[in-house]
C-alpha cells in the first residue's frame, strides 16, 4: 500500500499559541486529503476533505478558521490548530487518496497536548 | 453512505482464525464494504474491501452474504499483532472518498 507521513508525532504546547501538522504522500500523489481528530476511547472524527489547489470542505461543527487546512502541492497538506486551547488535545490524523488508489492511507498520527 | 453495526469486542486466541461480523442492512447496491483495523496509537490501516464478490488478500478475507446486508472479515490465523479495532466502513467508490468510522470491534488475540 501507499506511505503517508505526519510530522510532528507529537507536540506539546501552550494555550494560545498554534501549532501546524504536516501530512505527507511519499509514494503518491494525493489529490484528496483528509484531517481527522481521535479523542481517548472513542472512533475518528472526520473534520475536513481538500482537494490540491481547492478550499478545504469542512464537517459541521468544525471552526475553519480555527483549524486551517492547506493542499497547497499533490503530495502536502498541513492543519494549523490556531490559538489552541486544552480542549483541542486530541490525536489528529491525516488520510490521502488519490494516484491509481481507490483506498484511502493513513498517516501514523500527531498526538497534540495543550497545557 | 450506509451505516454498519459491529460487536464492540470480541476475543480469539492466538493462531486461531478471527471472525468479525458486521451488518450493513441499508446498503445500496453502489456501496462498497471496506475494513480498516488501528493499532493503539497508530493512523487506521487498510485491510480490504469489496462489493458483492468475496476477497481475499494476504492481510484477510472478506465475506459478503448474497444479500449484502452483512460481511464477515477473517483473519485466518490471528497472532498477537493482529490486537486492534477493526472498522466495517461501506461507501460509494470514487465518490469523494470520505470515510465515516463507526465504534468498531476491539479484538483482542490473546496468547
Known amino acids: 500500500g501507499a506511505v503517508v507521513s505526519q510530522h510532528p508525532s507529537r507536540v506539546i504546547c501552550k494555550s494560545g499559541t498554534s501549532v501546524k501538522i504536516e501530512c505527507r504522500s511519499l509514494d503518491f500523489q494525493a489529490t484528496t486529503m483528509f484531517w481527522y481528530r481521535q479523542f481517548p476511547k472513542q472512533s475518528l472524527m472526520l473534520m475536513a476533505t481538500?482537494?490540491?489547489?481547492?478550499?478545504?470542505?469542512?464537517e459541521q461543527g468544525v471552526e475553519k478558521d480555527k483549524f486551517l487546512i492547506n493542499h497547497a502541492s499533490l503530495t502536502l497538506s498541513t492543519l494549523t490548530v490556531t490559538s489552541a486551547h486544552p480542549e483541542d488535545s486530541s490525536f489528529y490524523i491525516c488520510?490521502?487518496?488519490?494516484?491509481?488508489?481507490?483506498?484511502?492511507?493513513f498517516g501514523p498520527g500527531t498526538r497534540l497536548t495543550v497545557l | 453512505d450506509a451505516k454498519t453495526t459491529q460487536p464492540p469486542s470480541m476475543d480469539c486466541a492466538e493462531g486461531r482464525a478471527a471472525n468479525l461480523p458486521c451488518n450493513h442492512s441499508t446498503i445500496s447496491g453502489n456501496e462498497y464494504v471496506y475494513w480498516y483495523r488501528q493499532i493503539h496509537s497508530q493512523g487506521p490501516q487498510y485491510i480490504i474491501h469489496?462489493?458483492?464478490n468475496n476477497e481475499t488478500n494476504e492481510m484477510a478475507s472478506l465475506i459478503i452474504t448474497e444479500d449484502r446486508k452483512s460481511s464477515t472479515l477473517i483473519l485466518p490465523h490471528a497472532t498477537l499483532r493482529d490486537t486492534a479495532v477493526y472498522y466495517c466502513i461501506v461507501r460509494v467508490l470514487n465518490q469523494g472518498g470520505k470515510l465515516i468510522f463507526g465504534q468498531g470491534t476491539e479484538l483482542s488475540v490473546k496468547p
Open positions: 488520510g490521502a487518496k488519490g494516484g491509481p488508489y481507490n483506498e484511502q492511507f
Open positions: 481538500s482537494n490540491e489547489g481547492s478550499k478545504a470542505t469542512y
Open positions: 469489496g462489493l458483492k
